[in-house]
């Protein structure tokens, strides 16, 4: 397993004027039902969660159509997911994302990812990782 690069200050910049971020604050918190409302429900998990060598248009494409984008990815940056699709964000767009996110929150001394999360995955695969799952058919 390679270990992701940290972002680059620009990219952090342009991670903080983002509308997918500013949607994500704008949105967390106000509906805790947001999994239930999925546009990704019905879709196989594995769409979210290429290769790092595949594209992930499919993943980001679909979500781009759902309602829940926000929250969704509220959701993955406040546990610090950097793995799969969430929120129309892939894990690169993401990790910058997480760095201006933390710095809003107060919490940018916490480690990029949560050591726990990818352990968490090792044991429990997210289909049947249940409480990592933005929606019921995701992980
Ligand atoms: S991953 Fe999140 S934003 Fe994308 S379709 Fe599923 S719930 Fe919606």
Redesign the pocket.
Known sequence: MTRARMPRPHEVDAARRDPRLLRAVDERGLDPA??T?????A?DPET?FPAPSEPADA?VA??R?????G???AW?LEVGDCHG????TTPRERRAMLVAWRAENGTADRPAEPLMLPLIRLIAPPRRSVELA??GA?P
């Open positions: 947001w999994r409302r999925g546009a990704c429900q879709v979210f993943a679909l979500c159509t759902c309602d829940v984008q929250a969704c990815l993955a699709v969430w929120g129309a933005p929606v995701r």
